[in-house]
């Protein structure tokens, strides 16, 4: 079965009690769970993971290349700042998508870059957590079966 690498960066093991108004109020385990059950159906398998380190993101990734036909990412902080994670991404051969939760152009002025929206295929924001969803469907089509 092929694999899809679920890759979240800095904060967001806080999903669900972190800035709700912002966020939601799902946990990062209800996300596992939708998309797990999402990717079955699509005849996936999933890998979910999250690191508040850029570098074990930069690890997560290079997993990724050994292991995943695509990636879904929501770098979150680091999506503004992270060169490596950039590079990270350029050395992994299949297709990527970025997820951001909140709608990041409506926000703050430091949030409307993204160093990994270079690399991306695919960008998703302000959907929610429904954006990992929208995302692993996209990526099925990319991937084909
Ligand atoms: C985020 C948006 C980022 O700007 C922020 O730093 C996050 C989460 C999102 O999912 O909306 O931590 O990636």
């Known amino acids: 079965m092929k694999t899809i690498h679920i890759i979240n960066g800095p904060n967001l093991n806080l999903l669900g009690r972190r800035q709700p108004d912002i966020y939601g109020r799902e946990t990062l385990a209800d996300v596992e769970a ?6 079955h159906s699509l005849g996936f398998s999933v890998v979910f993971r999250q690191s508040n380190h850029e570098g074990e993101l930069v690890e997560l990734i290079h997993a990724a290349r050994e292991e995943a036909v695509g990636i879904v990412i929501n770098p979150a902080a680091y999506t503004h ?6 590079d990270a991404l350029n050395a992994f051969e299949g297709p990527v998508m970025e997820v951001h939760i909140s709608n990041v152009h409506k926000r703050e002025s430091f949030r409307h870059h993204s160093y990994v929206s270079l690399r991306a295929d695919g960008v998703i924001a302000g959907c929610g957590t429904e954006g990992y ?9 990319l991937v084909g079966d």
């Open 34 to 39: 939708a998309c797990g059950k999402l990717a």
């Open 133 to 141: 969803l929208l995302a692993l469907r996209r990526l099925a089509t």
């Open 81 to 86: 700042t992270s060169v490596a994670i950039l």
